[in-house]
């Protein structure tokens, strides 16, 4: 891409922020998650987003990020750049939260699960935030045929 991923990234959040909407991002749990904290953690603190809430809705994403945290032999991130990202991170871990936050007319950022759109809790988000315009799908991985993922990216 002609935009460095991350800097496209900034842009979409900034702008969606400016327009008082939520950026939604399906992803998977395992790896991607993680990557997008980290990510969004190093745009906050250089200044390049604003300072909104950032949740991760997804039970799985939750538990893959303790046990990413928990054995920092397994990657080549150092504890303080996994502690900021989880310091940036409001884990959501009831249903009740996550209906909550689909409700809240804040600007924020919410990643979810599943990465393709096919279940989970990002379901209820979309349903509550596309027909808005104000709101943005960031779409981070591969969207299979057939799956509401790929049909979102197809338009």
């Avoid at 940036?88 to 924020?108: C, G, L, N």
Wanted: glycine share 10%.
């Amino acid at each position: 891409p002609a935009e460095p991923a991350a800097e496209k990234l900034a842009r979409i959040v900034r702008e969606t922020h400016g327009r008082g909407g939520h950026v939604i991002i399906p992803s998977f749990a395992i790896g991607r998650v993680q990557e997008l904290l980290y990510i969004l953690s190093n745009l906050r603190r250089a200044g390049k987003i604003p300072a909104m809430p950032i949740y991760l809705d997804s039970p799985m994403g939750a538990k893959a990020t303790d046990i990413f945290t928990a054995h920092p032999d397994w990657h080549r991130l150092g504890r303080e750049e996994v502690d900021g990202f989880c310091r940036d991170t409001e884990v959501v871990e009831t249903r009740p939260e996550s209906v909550k936050i689909m409700r809240s007319e804040a600007p924020a950022i919410v990643i979810a699960g599943s990465g393709m759109v096919t279940g989970g809790r990002v379901l209820h988000h979309l349903a509550a935030r596309l027909p808005d315009e104000k709101n943005c799908v960031v779409l981070v991985g591969y969207q299979a045929a057939g799956t509401r993922g790929r049909l979102l990216r197809e338009g």
